[in-house]
């Protein structure tokens, strides 16, 4: 299952790049995006006694992507805001953005992926349909410490 990095492969939409954490070896694993967000943040998989961590690095340089920098105009207010962390691959954009229309939630992204809430309630809907929650969200964001 080691990865033959070729230019012609695109990575995202289904083929993952995962880089043994012991040996640094990269494999390719495919998943559906159901899959995919089960594996959390992190995004990490045992695979034959391995423990594999998703590199988005690895996949955009083979997908020949380049990280341009973050335009956002904020107001006042500082929204909208770009968030990396809720972001995604700039190949998985249609994918997310799939994913959030189901949910009934437009967003758009940047460039390279970071994904650009609007407003709190904006980005509050955005985490419920990740399945997340932001534990030091302020005043007005919802947090159900029973799930802990």
Known sequence: MTATITQD??????LYLFRDRQSGELHE??????????LGCLQIIERDGRELKRDQAEEDRCNGVTKAP???TRSESGWPKACFALGC??????EHRAHLERHGISADFTA????VLNDRGHRRRVLQAYG???KDGGY???YNRATE
């Open 29 to 38: 694993i495919e998943l559906t995006f159901g899959e995919l967000m089960d």
């Open 70 to 72: 973050r335009v956002v």
């Open 132 to 134: 997340m929650v932001d």
């Open 89 to 94: 691959g700039a190949n998985e954009v249609p």
């Open 112 to 115: 390279n992926g970071d994904i």
């Open 140 to 142: 007005g964001d919802t």
């Open 9 to 14: 492969r695109k990575y995202g939409d289904g």
